[in-house]
């Protein structure tokens, strides 16, 4: 258990720190590890607590756009994360939508190559 939350704590920090070199409009105010960790953490909290209740309160949007709407969801999330997260800026919605696939990408690619190790 402690280990599945270290390793999605450096999958979220990693992919925020790819993201900040793709996406314009994206970025750090400070490039540290110990920034990237707690927006790694962060993002971590907002995905375990908030995401659920928006995406059991938006089924009928899910179910409507075939899943698209989780897009949506997803570019809240990092909304969220910008707010509580001082050094991280996301200067529009195209940045959080690029920002939002490309995080995306590198959790699937990290942590689907992270749970075939086991």
């Known amino acids: ?5 270290i390793i999605q704590i450096l999958t ?10 793709l996406v314009n409009g994206f970025s750090l ?14 993002f971590g909290l907002i995905n375990f607590f908030i995401k659920p209740v928006l995406k059991l309160i938006s089924i009928p949007l899910i179910f409507f756009t075939l899943g698209l ?21 996301i200067s529009g919605i195209g940045a959080a939508f690029w920002g939002t696939i490309v995080i ?9 190559t992270a749970k075939s190790s086991k």
Request: hydrophobic share 60%; no cysteine.
């Open 69 to 89: 709407f989780t897009i949506v969801i997803n570019i809240v999330m990092l909304l969220l994360l910008d707010y509580f997260v001082p050094e991280l800026i």
């Open 29 to 42: 105010k400070e490039d540290s590890f110990k920034v990237l960790l707690t927006a790694g953490f962060i």
């Open 1 to 5: 258990m402690l280990t599945k939350l």
């Open 104 to 112: 995306s990408a590198v959790n699937f690619f990290v942590g689907g």
């Open 12 to 21: 979220n920090a990693v992919a925020i720190y790819i993201a900040t070199k």
